[in-house]
């Protein structure tokens, strides 16, 4: 079985044998599914896309670490569809295997059938086979339905200890399996067993081991060193039947590798599935399964040694977040490194004393500094934010924003659309528009924006150029916003009672910047607009 190279031989369409690249084909193959089924409601050719399929046929972890599960998220993380044949339910959680219930091979035979039929998967991985029958149903499958590429990860003995596949399986591997794989990716002890039990500790063993496998039959070898000594770098050794190349990556101390294995497998076959050659397959998975560890590092999930990986990259960044609360208008803080060098104070005590004088939101506008400054003042000041549970935007710079993970961004009618601004976000962070006419509103909330900010209300020396909208403008605003409105623009103790006396019920607070950073005092300056804005809302 060949793996990906740009002269695609094609499946379905005798008349498509000579397409040149990947995509084409892609095209192609969707217009010939087409043909044959006429009668399907679809759009137009040009709308229908192929994507990236990759089918696991592998055994369901109960703990949702390893098995189908880590295949199903390591390809959804990748941007790959994924179809799934199960070949055993297992019972598993973070300290081992309580129970293993192998589904009977004819019907593995069918839910190969099944996908194979009619979902054409690029690309064929596959973990825990517990039974030579359901090795030798799949490698009958594939023979009557081709992938493009097979990645076998061996899987025999769970990290725990526990066995998946029994030795008796080794023959029908090493006959059967192998010889039709584009790449094995055994793991230090599956190597050891598929090559008759010689000890493996070294990585001149892998290179010995993956040598040796090779000798098997599949092109490719990658012998995994998660288990080597943990003083060891994470260091894998892949073989090509030409050339060695060695994989190195500094090993993270997290007791949460559970799954590691399958997860670098399905993201080979992911790369694949995308087009990729072999070597930069492997190159990007196992960048990132090093990421994904680096993300699991200390998450604590369940009770016993070996917790699951986070194969989105995102299970810590909701612990200290709360969802958006218009309410958290009320008082907005809006720095300016000008005006806090004047004063000799850091962005970081400004916002100290901000906070503490009971600023309900911080918006981050640093017009002036450099990109790394930025940054770093942004960390920063996060951590200050999320220890008073206040969220912190960035003015502008989505690419802050993400680098800091702030809480989200606020951004102005020439600034990155908010529409695109939300797809780099995603749905979760917050996003604030700065609009001063209905029109600016309505298009904000089309675009996913959280709030506006609408102004300026009164004059200011802290925008230039800026047209003043006055208390009948943000009114005008207001009664057609959909969204929550913070007012901006020359605000302060004397005129913020103005503002909240408007009674509309979307205007949600006032957003300052002078009134509170170009003073001597922040923390005085804040406390006491805060008193004149619960003073007018009384
Ligand atoms: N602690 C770690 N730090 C960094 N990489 C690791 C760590 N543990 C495993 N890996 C990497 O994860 C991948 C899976 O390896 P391994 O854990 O040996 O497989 P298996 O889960 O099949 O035993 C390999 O690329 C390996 O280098
Ligand atoms: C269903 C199933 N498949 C594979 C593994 C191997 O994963 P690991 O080696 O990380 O325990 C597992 N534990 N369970
Ligand atoms: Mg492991």
């Known amino acids: 079985m060949a793996y990906f190279c740009t002269q695609i031989p094609v499946l379905l369409n005798p008349g498509v044998a000579c397409i040149k690249s990947f995509h084409q084909y892609r095209f192609l193959h969707i217009k010939a599914m087409q043909d044959d089924k006429v009668s399907t409601p679809t759009p137009s050719d040009e709308c229908m896309v192929r994507v990236p399929h990759v089918l696991t046929v592998a055994g369901s972890d109960s703990g949702a670490g390893a098995g189908i599960q880590a295949d199903l998220k390591a390809c959804a993380a990748r941007g790959v569809y994924c179809s799934t044949v199960i070949t055993a339910v297992t019972a598993q959680n973070t300290v081992g295997v309580q129970g293993v219930n192998i589904v009977p091979e004819d019907f593995v035979a069918e839910q190969l059938r099944s996908v194979l039929s009619d979902m054409h998967p690029d690309v064929v991985k596959t973990g825990m086979l517990p039974s030579i029958g359901i090795v030798k149903t799949l490698c009958q499958s594939l023979k009557e339905f081709p992938v493009q590429a097979l990645v076998v990860d061996p899987v025999m003995v769970s990290t725990s200890g526990h066995t998946l596949a029994g030795p008796s399986i080794l023959d029908s591997f090493r006959e059967e399996l192998l010889p039709m794989a584009d790449i094995v990716t055994p793991n230090l002890k599956e190597a050891s067993a598929l090559l008759g039990g010689v000890p493996l500790e070294t990585i001149a063993d892998m290179h010995y081991a993956a040598k040796a496998i090779h000798d098997i039959g599949p092109r ?319």
């Open 220 to 538: 490719n070898v990658l012998v995994k060193g998660g288990d080597l000594p943990a003083s060891l770098d994470a260091v894998d050794v892949f073989y090509d039947g030409k050339d060695f190349y060695v994989f190195q990556s500094s090993r993270i101390m997290t007791p949460n590798t559970h799954g590691t294995g399958c997860t670098l497998a399905s993201s080979v076959a992911a790369e694949l599935a995308k087009g990729s050659q072999m070597l930069s397959a492997v190159k990007v998975a196992k960048r990132y399964i090093e990421a994904a560890l680096s993300y699991s590092k200390n998450i604590a999930i369940g009770g016993g040694r070996q917790g699951p990986v986070d194969h989105l990259l995102k299970l810590k960044s909701n612990v200290q977040r709360r969802p958006f609360d218009p309410c958290d208008l009320f008082l907005y803080a809006v720095t300016d490194s000008r005006m806090n060098k004047r004063w000799g104070r850091s962005i970081v005590d400004a916002v100290k004393a901000a906070i503490e004088g009971g600023a309900t939101i911080i918006q981050l506008r640093e017009k002036e500094v450099e990109t790394s400054d930025f940054l770093e003042a942004a960390k920063a000041c996060l951590k200050i934010c999320r220890v008073h549970g206040v969220p912190l935007l960035i003015n502008d710079r989505i690419d802050v924003a993400l680098a800091s993970d702030a809480d989200g961004v606020h951004i102005g009618q020439s600034d990155m659309p908010a529409h695109v601004a939300r797809a780099l976000l995603g749905p979760d962070k917050i996003i604030g528009v700065s609009c001063k006419t209905p029109e600016h509103a309505l298009q904000a909330w089309i675009d996913g924006a959280d709030y506006i900010g609408s102004g300026g209300v009164y004059p200011t020396t802290t925008k230039e150029n800026n047209k003043t909208i006055g208390l009948d403008g943000l009114k005008t605003v207001c009664l057609s916003s959909k969204l929550p409105v913070v007012a901006i623009g020359g605000i302060g103790t004397s005129n913020a009672q103005a503002i909240m006396g408007l009674g509309v019920p979307n205007l949600k607070g006032v957003a300052v910047v002078s009134a509170l950073f170009d003073r001597e005092c922040v923390l005085t300056e804040t406390r006491k607009l805060l008193e004149v804005l619960k003073e007018s809302t009384k």
